[in-house]
Each structure stands twice: as structure tokens, then as C-alpha cells.
């Protein structure tokens, strides 16, 4: 197991560059089992939830190779319906093949998945929308097992605006018989990039984005070349790390409108952001005001993968900040680790209120879960003296050369081995 070793109190300054976002990239892979022809996706992070995703599809038979930033998937081999179960329990995205592996073989069986401990997450909104295209399910013994004879498109409506039950169900209707029609879906950036891949591919859908997408189904779809969109939430990431140490930050390549609700609260906290071009700015003086109110929603709303983070930087700020927690409720776990570094953070249920103090100090710390653990991160590169943050198996589930990016900005961060 690693650990980062981090000397806090240092400013922060510089460029940095951005990955392909993970929340892309992972239904993306999924997809490429929808075709015999090769599929190639260019700017594929060297994250472990990448790794597992990759395995997921080897184990089905897929063909994988790679170039210098690139991933190669040939599935024309592709012959097993089962997605292993040893790789489900450790990738939640692994669910996404639900979709793409009915299409394929009309049949499908898998674990339930695993991931960050963050909250039960149940699949009901997934598989009562492969209900409605016809999909037969039995839940038994820990696995979901699917199988129809044929897809068929109808009129869904999720209850909630699911990321996952959203792109699931365009993946199993992508290749139906008629059309799809998804009500109240979810509006995220990367269900957008989803519907773009699908149609260089040669599938027709259309309004994701919106709360309303149509999917068209077609016979058959071809390869492609594709390159994802890039991470939001590692954007906001170093946003945060920066407004929370001080200094500034340039970063190009995230549209403004895919963190708008982040940066509002970041000038809201008194940093100062501009745009040119495809540009963003940041300046920060350190310590700054807190906001009021933050609020996980669905997109466009405040990110809940980002909730941690601003939890961190809250923890500095003058002022107190309350923060509420829509969409998971145990999504706090940071919050013990973060008191142990001088934190005044009171939870209660799905509330979390943060007193601002001048300064949190070193302390040795765990990460529970992703977003947690860049949490510590980012709290611990503001703290006077010297922090450990253990347990980097989370962090590397998301964020591809983390340390390097930030010691390119100034910080003094090192891995090392337990």
C-alpha cells in the first residue's frame, strides 16, 4: 500500500493539464463492444477504474492493444456474456456492461458492483428501464442475470435523473427494434459525449443534455476514433486545491459551463476566475470567504464528486458553511479524517456544517473513497506541517498522475510504499 507524504503551507502556481474525464471514458469502453470493428479512444488516463474496465473486457474476449495515450479495443472476438465478478467488485462503472453486453449477446450476467463505499447506490432505476425494452431479469445469489430474445424500444420515465440508468439504457437501445424515448434524464457532460461516440459510430440519438433523449435503433454500428471529453471533476480538483493553498492556475480544454456551478462558489468565496478562449484562470489570495450553502445536485447543479473537496476548502475559510448532500448518504466518511487535522466539521444525517479555522495542521490521515481522499489531499497541502494520506489505492481509481500534476504546480508531495 502507498502513501503520500506531504509538506503543506506552500502556494500553488502554474498550468496544469487534464485528463479525459473517467466518467466518459468508462461507458465509452462499454460501448465498444457494440461493434466487430475496432474502436479507438485516444487520451485514456492510466487510472485503476480504466485498468478494471479493460480487464472486464479481455475476460469477455475483447482484443485490447495500446498505443502511447491510446486504447485499441478489437471485440470481434468477443464471446462471453458473464462479466467477472472478481472485477465487478471493484469497479461500480463495470454496470455499464449490462447494457452493451444484452445488445451483444442478448444475454448478460453479473455481480452486483462494487466501487467507493459512498452510499447503497441501488440499480433499480437500471434494470427496470431493460425492463421496458424487454429484458428478462432474475436477482439471485448476489448476480443479476438478463437475457431477450429482442430489444425493444419504448417510452421510459426514471424516477430519478440517474447517470448510470441513463447511459445504460442508451446502450441497450442503441441496436433495439423502434425507438427509446428516456423522460427525466439525467444531463450530465458525459452522457452528452456517450451520444456523440454512438453517433460517429453510426447510432441515432439525440437530446442528451436534456431531460428528454430519443434513441433511434439501427441494425448495426462501425468503428471509430474517439476522443473523450475532458474531466470536470479533476478540473475542479485542482480548482479547489489552488483556491484553497492560494495562488494561481491556468487550465484549458474544460468548458466553463461543465463547472459552472463550482466556479460560481469559488468567486462566491472571493477568488478571482476569468475565460479566454478555451482558457480558464484562477487567482486566489488563501484564505478566503466562505459560501454559504452548498448543495449536491444533479447536473447542472454542484457535483457530489466534488463535494469533498469544497468541504476541504471550506475548513479554512472564513465564516461557516453548510453543506447538504443530495445523492449519497454516506458520503462524509472524510470528515472524521479532516477533524484530526484541527477541522470543526459537525454531521448530522445528510448535513455537514463546517466552522472555518486559520489553519488545519499536519496530521496522518486515510482515504475512505476517491473524492475523500483528494479531499485530504487538498487539505493537507494547505495544513502547516507535515501530513501522510494512506490508502492511495482510492485516489488512483480516479486521478492519473496525481502527485506529478501537482508538484509541476509547487507542492511538496511524494509516494511512497508502506
Do not use: W
Not at 485498468?51 to 475476460?59: C, D
Not at 428478462?136 to 425493444?152: H, K, M, P, Q
Amino acid at each position: 500500500m502507498d502513501k503520500f507524504m506531504i509538506e503543506g503551507g506552500r502556494k500553488l502556481c502554474g498550468k496544469t493539464e487534464i485528463q479525459s474525464a473517467k466518467n466518459a471514458v468508462l461507458p465509452l469502453l462499454a460501448a465498444s463492444v457494440l461493434t466487430d470493428e475496432q474502436v479507438t479512444i485516444r487520451d485514456v488516463p492510466a487510472i485503476s477504474d480504466v485498468e478494471n474496465m479493460l480487464h472486464i473486457l479481455s475476460e469477455l474476449g475483447c482484443k485490447i492493444s495500446r498505443t502511447a495515450d491510446s486504447v485499441i479495443i478489437d471485440s470481434v472476438n468477443a464471446v462471453s456474456h458473464e462479466i467477472p465478478a472478481r472485477l465487478t467488485k471493484e469497479l461500480r462503472s463495470s454496470v455499464f456492461m449490462l447494457g452493451s453486453v444484452l445488445t451483444r449477446f442478448r444475454r448478460a450476467r453479473i455481480s452486483y458492483p462494487g466501487g467507493c463505499d459512498i452510499g447503497l447506490r441501488p440499480i433499480d432505476l437500471h434494470l427496470s428501464g431493460l425492463k421496458r425494452l424487454g429484458v428478462e431479469i432474475v436477482e439471485e445469489n448476489g448476480y443479476i442475470s438478463c437475457s431477450a430474445d429482442r430489444l425493444t424500444g419504448a417510452d421510459i420515465l426514471l424516477d430519478f435523473p440517474s447517470v448510470g440508468a441513463t447511459e445504460k439504457i442508451i446502450l441497450a437501445a442503441v441496436k433495439a427494434e423502434g425507438t427509446t424515448v428516456i423522460r427525466n434524464a439525467a444531463k450530465e457532460p458525459e452522457i452528452v459525449d456517450l451520444q456523440n461516440f454512438l453517433n460517429r459510430m453510426g447510432g441515432r440519438v439525440r437530446g442528451a443534455g436534456g431531460g428528454t433523449v430519443c434513441i433511434e435503433g439501427v441494425k448495426t454500428l462501425s468503428g471509430v476514433e474517439y476522443t473523450p471529453i475532458k474531466d470536470r471533476i479533476e478540473a475542479g480538483t485542482f480548482l479547489i486545491a489552488v483556491a484553497s493553498c492560494g495562488g494561481e492556475l491556468e487550465m484549458e480544454g474544460v468548458p466553463e459551463e461543465n463547472i459552472a456551478a463550482l466556479l460560481h462558489k469559488l468567486r462566491e468565496n472571493g477568488c478571482k476566475i476569468h475565460r479566454k478562449d478555451d482558457k480558464i484562470f484562477l487567482e486566489s489570495s488563501g484564505r478566503l470567504r466562505s459560501a454559504e450553502l452548498i448543495e449536491t445536485m444533479p447536473f447542472p447543479g454542484f457535483p457530489t464528486d466534488l463535494q469533498a473537496q469544497f468541504s476541504a476548502l471550506a475548513c479554512t475559510s472564513r465564516g461557516t458553511t453548510l453543506v447538504v448532500e443530495n445523492l449519497f448518504e454516506t458520503r462524509y466518511k472524510y470528515a472524521a479524517e479532516l477533524r484530526r487535522m484541527g477541522a470543526d466539521i459537525t454531521v448530522r444525517g445528510r448535513n455537514a456544517l463546517i466552522r472555518g479555522v486559520e489553519r488545519l495542521h499536519g496530521a496522518a490521515v486515510t482515504a475512505g473513497d476517491l473524492r475523500g481522499g483528494a479531499a485530504l489531499v487538498i487539505a493537507a497541502l494547505g495544513a502547516e506541517g507535515q501530513s501522510s494520506v494512506a490508502d492511495l489505492s482510492h485516489i488512483d481509481r480516479g486521478y492519473s498522475e496525481f502527485e506529478r500534476k501537482l508538484k509541476k504546480l509547487g507542492a511538496r508531495i511524494r509516494r511512497v510504499r508502506i
